[in-house]
């Protein structure tokens, strides 16, 4: 007689077999993620089966543009400006070897907004501050050098630069307030100015319930750009507001009552 062994589970009927592990959902098998294609939009190879197209990539409007060697620093360098920085109680300024009012407006200024983007010390006071002095003691000179001034400009803006941008609309608002008649001398510029302006002008910094101290600080670079541009409206001159509108169709008057 044979006994069976306690514990020993009985025999399986023939043909009964373990149920097959499946794969969770929204997973591929191995075989499939080797099979998958990846392609560029508007291919041929984008069309066949198991392709995975590409996303495009990304334009880079708001992306910062690297910084190339200015015209200011080199002649900087050579100690081809009659200035020299001068220390008091109030901080860094602006020793001027020569009268402002005599200098040659011609070549000084359009060398001076080139330096707008520097970002090192002593270039960047230098070129900003003797900006500021230059408008100041200007008048009538100014005007008849606003051509030169686009470029420098234009350069400055397109570096796409938070700390760049804010300095250079506070020079702008102060080379429209400088003499009589510079507003409407940039209106024909606006199509090299206002391109840039456009992709930030709702840049402005969202808190919450913080404090933005850039504000008070004068540095919120959306609320720079519209008091630029109703600067602009109003010592432009009649044509102003079209032309602004047309490069920047979200601006309204700031003149209508």
Known sequence: MVVEKG???PPKPGGERSPPQQEPPGRLKKSEQQQQLLSDGFTVKAMMKNAVVRGPPLAG???????????FRKFYDRGDFPIALDHDTRGNKIAWKVEIEKLDYHRYLPLFFD???ELTFPYEFFARQGIHDMLEHG??????VIPQLIIP???ALSLRKRQVMCITLKVLQHLVMSADMVGEALVPYYRQIL???????NSNVNTGDGIDYSQQKRQNLGDLIQETLELFERRGGENAYINIKYMIPTYESCLIN
């Not at 409007?61 to 015209?71: L, S």
């Not at 008048?139 to 008849?144: Q, V």
């Open 7 to 9: 514990g020993s589970s």
């Open 115 to 117: 330096g707008l983007c």
């Open 153 to 155: 400009i234009k350069n």
């Open 139 to 144: 008048g009538n000179k100014i005007p008849p």
């Open 195 to 201: 391109p840039v302006l456009n992709i930030f002008k």
């Open 61 to 71: 409007a708001f992306k910062e543009r690297p910084t190339q060697p200015t015209a």
